[in-house]
């Protein structure tokens, strides 16, 4: 008999593509069907066959305080009951864009809008009308979302399933768009000696989290920050995954790069379609109204969603908050390397704030082509012995892993007593 997990799925498939209403949720990569939620609580999720899991995809990011955290959820009924939209500014889009100002100083304005896609979007075009140039640079690996000029050679589910460069994006498009090897320096300076006036920005993951976990090598973030002054590029730090999470202030407070502009998302809808982009005034005012560089949402800082938003980033602030989920994770990591040690298979593992990093190689990556040497197959088999034990990771072994605050000592050793089992198959 098929659960209802299978018959769901069978049932998705009928009325959308692959089932599903984004690629990486479709188990593609590593096989099998995927788990229709009903109901998340905490560090905890249920599937359709009542099944529960201990969550580390955390909806890709956004709960760092856990599923349905009381605060948030009331913030969201009160927001509910008083309008779903306006299509009209309100004092709670204020009071977020006053808050995530004051948390990350960087960005001396800030627009709303619905998601990471959107930000970066509009970063990216904010670049080219404040510069009047039309190359980007982005890194192999590094995932910002779907907009064409940032689909080349991309991670996430475009690096999961084959197509890292997306079919349908204009060549013409993708040729605006350079290319080059995370964490490499000198590649980075030899385009820049050659090309930099025609450079409208760099756009970075400063810690990536799209092609698993892979931290910038010392020095890389400086550099990239010293040639963009030099030639009046504009760095942009897509804080998507990053932000509120590496760090309060985000992985531009943890590294100390100060960026001409900067992406969000997750977090700051905390469960909600929110994203942000905001950096230097100047570059900010070229926005519409104010400048000629268009960009708009019916539902951008939309009511309900700026309400979880601002619930959760007051919890991310509360003293000890960023230290007690960043030694969980430690815990966490730390934990899966030793079990790991102890079966004899060739593992590592690695966090930073509350994300973390699972290879199946003898070291953390440091380059996309190291991420390419992780044994698939192996995290594959892992993915489905962890699932059994019900315990939920990314489906796919280029995505990193997010802790929330309600994960504690029961989760992390019931995680570690799962994967004991696990790493033996
Ligand atoms: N950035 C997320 C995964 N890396 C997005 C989730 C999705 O693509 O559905």
């Given at each position: 008999m098929s659960s209802r997990n299978e018959t769901l799925f069978a049932r998705a498939q009928q009325s959308i593509p692959g089932g599903v209403n984004s690629p990486v949720r479709a188990f593609r990569a590593v096989g099998g069907t995927p788990c229709f939620f009903e109901r998340a609580e905490g560090a905890y999720l249920w599937d359709a066959d009542r099944r529960r899991y201990i969550d580390y995809v955390g909806s890709w990011g956004p709960m760092i305080v856990g599923h349905t955290h009381p605060a948030v959820v009331k913030a969201v009924q009160d927001a509910?009951?008083?309008a779903l939209s306006f299509g009209a500014p309100t004092e709670a889009e204020v009071e977020l864009a006053e808050l995530v100002r004051r948390?990350?100083?960087?960005?001396?304005?800030?627009?709303?809008v619905s998601s990471g896609t959107e930000a970066t979007m509009t970063a990216i075009r904010l670049a080219r009308g404040f510069t009047g140039r039309s190359a980007i640079v982005k890194f192999e690996g590094c995932y910002h979302g779907h907009a064409d000029s940032l689909l080349v050679k991309a991670g996430s589910g475009a690096l999961t399933f084959g197509n890292?460069?997306?079919?349908?994006?204009p060549a013409q498009t993708a040729a605006q768009t350079i290319v080059l090897d995370y964490n490499n320096i000198d590649q980075v300076r030899k385009l820049f000696a050659t090309r930099g006036a025609q450079i409208a920005a760099v756009i970075v993951e400063p810690v990536v989290g799209n092609m698993n976990l892979v931290l910038p090598a010392p020095g890389f973030l400086e550099s990239l920050r010293e040639e963009c002054t030099r030639h009046g590029t504009v760095l942009i730090l897509d804080e998507v995954m990053t932000g509120f999470r590496v760090a309060l202030g985000g992985a531009q407070a943890h590294y100390r790069i100060r960026p001409d502009l900067t992406t969000l998302g997750k977090v700051i809808g905390?469960?909600?379609?929110v994203g942000a982009v905001g950096g230097r005034r100047e570059i900010m005012e070229e926005l519409a109204p104010l400048g000629p560089v268009y960009q708009a949402g019916t539902l951008s800082g939309n009511p309900v969603a700026v309400a979880a938003g601002l619930a959760t980033l007051k919890l991310v602030q509360a003293p000890d908050f960023q230290a007690r989920i960043e030694a969980t994770t430690k815990q966490l990591v730390e934990g899966l390397a030793a079990e790991a040690r102890q079966a004899g298979v060739a593992f590592c593992a690695q966090s930073i704030g509350s994300m973390f990093g699972l290879y199946f190689r003898a070291a953390p990556p440091a380059s996309f082509a190291e991420v390419m040497e992780c044994d698939r197959e192996r995290f594959?088999?892992?993915?489905?012995?962890?699932?059994?034990?019900?315990?939920?990771?990314a489906p796919s072994a280029y995505e990193a892993g997010f802790v929330s605050a309600a994960h504690g000592k029961t989760e992390i050793d019931a995680t570690l007593a799962a994967a004991r089992e696990a790493f033996k198959e």
């Amino acid at each position: 008999m098929s659960s209802r997990n299978e018959t769901l799925f069978a049932r998705a498939q009928q009325s959308i593509p692959g089932g599903v209403n984004s690629p990486v949720r479709a188990f593609r990569a590593v096989g099998g069907t995927p788990c229709f939620f009903e109901r998340a609580e905490g560090a905890y999720l249920w599937d359709a066959d009542r099944r529960r899991y201990i969550d580390y995809v955390g909806s890709w990011g956004p709960m760092i305080v856990g599923h349905t955290h009381p605060a948030v959820v009331k913030a969201v009924q009160d927001a509910a009951g008083r309008a779903l939209s306006f299509g009209a500014p309100t004092e709670a889009e204020v009071e977020l864009a006053e808050l995530v100002r004051r948390l990350v100083p960087s960005l001396e304005l800030v627009r709303l809008v619905s998601s990471g896609t959107e930000a970066t979007m509009t970063a990216i075009r904010l670049a080219r009308g404040f510069t009047g140039r039309s190359a980007i640079v982005k890194f192999e690996g590094c995932y910002h979302g779907h907009a064409d000029s940032l689909l080349v050679k991309a991670g996430s589910g475009a690096l999961t399933f084959g197509n890292p460069s997306s079919a349908g994006v204009p060549a013409q498009t993708a040729a605006q768009t350079i290319v080059l090897d995370y964490n490499n320096i000198d590649q980075v300076r030899k385009l820049f000696a050659t090309r930099g006036a025609q450079i409208a920005a760099v756009i970075v993951e400063p810690v990536v989290g799209n092609m698993n976990l892979v931290l910038p090598a010392p020095g890389f973030l400086e550099s990239l920050r010293e040639e963009c002054t030099r030639h009046g590029t504009v760095l942009i730090l897509d804080e998507v995954m990053t932000g509120f999470r590496v760090a309060l202030g985000g992985a531009q407070a943890h590294y100390r790069i100060r960026p001409d502009l900067t992406t969000l998302g997750k977090v700051i809808g905390g469960g909600m379609p929110v994203g942000a982009v905001g950096g230097r005034r100047e570059i900010m005012e070229e926005l519409a109204p104010l400048g000629p560089v268009y960009q708009a949402g019916t539902l951008s800082g939309n009511p309900v969603a700026v309400a979880a938003g601002l619930a959760t980033l007051k919890l991310v602030q509360a003293p000890d908050f960023q230290a007690r989920i960043e030694a969980t994770t430690k815990q966490l990591v730390e934990g899966l390397a030793a079990e790991a040690r102890q079966a004899g298979v060739a593992f590592c593992a690695q966090s930073i704030g509350s994300m973390f990093g699972l290879y199946f190689r003898a070291a953390p990556p440091a380059s996309f082509a190291e991420v390419m040497e992780c044994d698939r197959e192996r995290f594959n088999r892992f993915f489905h012995a962890m699932l059994k034990k019900g315990v939920y990771l990314a489906p796919s072994a280029y995505e990193a892993g997010f802790v929330s605050a309600a994960h504690g000592k029961t989760e992390i050793d019931a995680t570690l007593a799962a994967a004991r089992e696990a790493f033996k198959e």
